[in-house]
């Protein structure tokens, strides 16, 4: 295992698989972590216990609490999970504060410490029905379709360890610790990307499509051997590109004619347009034609298992995989979202160490940095009806600035977390560069919404403010450089290369700015022989072995018809970014989207090593209920409890149909009140959740503040998905709408750069702020 450095995290780790994934990526940042069990043990080199504790030290003790104790002093960190009613530290919280004084003590549990359901239980497939995420899956008419792999508990786990950080970014200042609430509900519904929020902007509710995106022209083609995630959105070369392809090879068929340049009418007649599509892609083996469309800058990916992950070129070259050390040999591993410093590439982790009740912290007591890390004091505005730019005093992250160089969805939404918790965002776009979440009628979900009333826009870009540059003016390109060297983060989603051209690649910026943190997040990476590859969401999935997870059983692969890529990338930046703040120094984080949704695979590439090792639910687990298209998620359960719930009769025959009986009896029940009655029975249960649903009818969203109004100055009042972790004493909020198209350039100009009412007017003039 790679050494371990002299700043080292100590974390105890007492998850349950709510929050595997959030001990795993401390893993993957160089921390020391003892997972401390009292519960049998694990059976020693399956997929599941080398894939999510590999690297850690394992102490299995009847007397939990006193190892707990001993070890907690010297602890930086400690991740908890599981139903409230099982939680331990809370009680010796309460019974001891002082010993908890400096920890950053995150809990994650199925629905949060608080409201009306807080004790109820889900595993991850309730938690994907509870949070809206199963709903979107699937065919319409037939039951949804989580995503595969423990999506919902692995998003829970990753805001787990951004609050784990974001406790120690505060600690840093104030020297105190504190306690993160985290709801695996909360954690899914802020992932849907338009699942919620068309029902808030438009009134609609996206139904199941069998994975064919609502507002992006991409979905699942098959090939002659396989399946190909692709499409024609984007930019109008996109398509150009794509319909000169298709005409070299006589393909086109009506597709030339000059009506179809408009994408309105693509938009319109989009069935024919992806007939046409689908058999010029049927010509070609999947393998070929993914290698071609990467030559000519398209967005389109094969569709790979996860076993073939081990051939990927990209991933080799840029040594993403994981080796463990195991008693048989060497087993290949996904690996972590980014390369920590604390963990440089290629990473070998050893097995899981089993260790007694005496076992000690490796680095001894305080080995991590000193001191309020090295942030600049940025400026507020004190206008009244203003409110402080960047949050109130007091958040985690309260005095960083971030220029923020993102467009769409993973970039943005990754700057959206750090504005929670009290950075001043700067968002830079232009209207020459136009973001489709402003200026796609399609992402603008309200209808005759004009681009600063784009509801897509609207929720991910909250808490920030906007400076509008025309970087292809040479004075702009100036005005950015200036603006580097004023802040403490920069973040950019634009192909590799781009930066450069402006002279801000990172050997430039930190010349201007030693101590940046310039967090980049291209679809593939900055590196490798894929460097140029043209990524949508869809496709990164299709690269991951995600999307090779939701076919089976003799049906082709559906995808996903949210971003969930995106957001899993946008947390993982998150997280490299608040690793360097608290480490207090700048460094270049090269984060590969396809590398995130990789290491969001679970132990599939284990599995496929050591052979299965998936469980399969014994009864059916999303059954409809009473009502038009209403279901419900069951989780694990003996058949004796739904029996019991159900009031069915129960035939000594063992040929017996259960499953048909449950089903038959669930579909004349009233889904809520099913759910009571099973968590009442101890069986974790959830109706599934709809966009309108989560907004306007679950009480335990509702009784947490989920769900935020904020006053926009076009649209009015308009509720916002809300912030996942909450901390006990920097809790993050979000308090300000998203701009209007350049809102604050001026001002910003004045407030950073000291421009005066001349220079201002000749930028104007030129072109440069719009």
């Known amino acids: 295992m790679t050494s371990l450095s002299t700043s080292t995290l100590r974390v105890l780790d ?48 009847a007397d939990l609490e006193t190892v707990l104790v001993r070890l907690l002093p010297d602890a930086d960190i400690v991740l908890e999970s599981g139903p409230v009613t099982t939680l331990r530290t809370l009680g010796l919280r309460d019974a001891d504060p002082d010993a908890w004084s400096r920890v950053s003590h995150v809990v994650v549990t199925p629905f949060g410490l608080t409201g009306p359901r807080s004790t109820w239980l889900a595993d991850d497939l309730v938690a994907t029905a509870a949070g809206g995420m199963a709903w979107l899956g699937g065919d319409p008419g037939q039951a949804p379709q989580p995503p595969p792999r423990q999506q919902a508990t692995q998003l829970a786990g990753t805001h787990a360890a951004i609050a784990a950080l974001l406790g120690l970014v505060a600690r840093r200042r104030t020297g105190r610790g504190q306690l993160a609430d985290l709801s695996v509900q909360e954690a899914v519904a802020a992932t849907l990307e338009t699942g919620a929020i068309s029902w808030i902007h438009a009134g609609t509710v996206p139904g199941r499509t069998s994975g064919v995106y609502g507002h992006v022209a991409h979905r699942v083609f098959a090939a002659s051997d396989g399946y190909l995630a692709g499409g ?92 463990i050390e195991t008693s048989v040999g060497r087993v290949a591993d996904v690996g972590f979202p980014f390369a920590s410093r604390a963990l440089p590439r290629p990473v070998r982790l050893d097995e899981p160490q089993h260790v007694g009740a005496d076992v000690r912290w490796l680095d001894g007591p305080e080995a991590s940095p000193h001191g309020p890390p090295r942030i600049r004091r940025r400026l507020v505005s004190n206008r009244p009806g203003d409110d402080k730019a960047g949050g109130a005093p007091g958040q985690a992250l309260d005095g960083v600035r971030v220029l923020d160089l993102t467009w769409v969805l ?28 402003r200026f796609a009628p399609s992402m603008r979900l309200r209808p005759g919404a004009s681009h600063d009333e784009s509801g897509y826009f609207i929720n991910f870009n909250r808490d920030k403010r906007s400076l509008a540059l025309n970087l292809r003016k040479p004075r702009a390109q100036e005005i950015l450089r200036r603006l580097a060297a004023e802040v403490d983060v920069v973040v950019e989603n634009f192909s590799p290369g781009v930066l450069a051209r402006w002279g801000l690649a990172y050997p430039e910026l930190s010349k201007i700015n030693p101590d940046v943190i310039l967090v980049s997040m291209a679809g593939v990476g900055q590196t490798g022989p894929w460097r140029p590859a043209v990524t949508f969401a869809d496709t990164l999935a299709a690269m991951s072995g995600l999307t090779y997870e939701t076919g089976g059983e003799g049906r082709a692969p559906q995808g996903l018809t949210f971003g969930l890529g995106d957001m899993v990338a946008a947390n993982a930046a998150a997280l490299a970014a608040l690793e360097l703040l608290y480490a207090g120094h700048g460094g270049h984080v090269d984060l590969s ?28 687990d999303v059954l409809r209920t009473r009502g038009d298209d209403r279901w419900i998620a069951i989780g694990s359960a003996a058949p004796e409890l739904l029996t019991t719930a159900l009031k069915i009769e129960r035939e000594a025959d063992e040929h017996t149909d259960f499953a048909r009986m449950i089903s038959t009896a669930v579909a004349e029940r009233d889904a809520d009140e099913l759910a009571a009655q099973l968590q009442q029975l101890g069986v974790p249960a959830y109706p599934v959740r709809d966009g309108r649903d989560l907004v306007e009818a679950d009480e335990q969203l509702a009784a947490r503040g989920f769900y935020v109004d904020l006053e926009h100055p ?57």
């Open 593 to 620: 989207q396809l590398e995130a949704m990789a290491a969001q695979l679970g132990p599939a590439l284990v599995e496929s090593r050591l052979g299965g090792t998936r469980r399969h639910a014994v009864l059916p």
């Open 410 to 437: 993973a970039g943005p939404y990754m700057t959206k977390i750090l504005g929670e918790h009290g950075a001043d965002i700067i968002k830079v776009e232009s209207a020459h560069r136009q973001d489709p979440t």
């Open 232 to 323: 024609y959105s984007g930019s109008n070369r996109m398509w150009d590109d794509l319909l000169a392809w298709m005409d070299e090879q006589r393909a086109a068929e009506d597709l030339t004619e000059p009506r179809w340049q408009d994408p309105v009418l693509r938009w319109e007649r989009r069935p024919h347009v992806d007939d046409v599509v689908g058999r010029f892609v049927a010509r070609h083996t999947a393998e070929d034609f993914s290698q071609e469309a990467r030559r000519r800058s398209l967005p389109w990916a094969e569709i790979v298992s996860p076993a073939r992950l081990l051939e990927n070129p990209q991933l080799r070259d840029r040594e993403f995989l994981v080796d």
């Open 14 to 61: 007492l998850t349950d698989d709510l929050a595997f994934q959030a001990a795993r990526l401390l893993v993957g940042l160089g921390a020391d972590v003892i997972r401390v069990t009292d519960r049998p043990a694990v059976p020693l080199g399956t997929a599941d216990h080398l894939h999510w504790h590999a690297g850690k030290r394992v102490c299995r003790s």
């Open 714 to 770: 076009l649209v009015g009042k308009v509720a916002h998905e809300g912030v996942v972790a909450h901390l006990s004493e920097t809790p993050g909020a979000i308090r300000r709408p998203a701009p209007l198209l350049g809102q604050h350039t001026d001002e910003l100009l004045v407030e950073l750069l000291g421009l005066g009412p001349d220079e201002l007017r000749t930028l104007h003039d030129e072109g440069a702020l719009e």
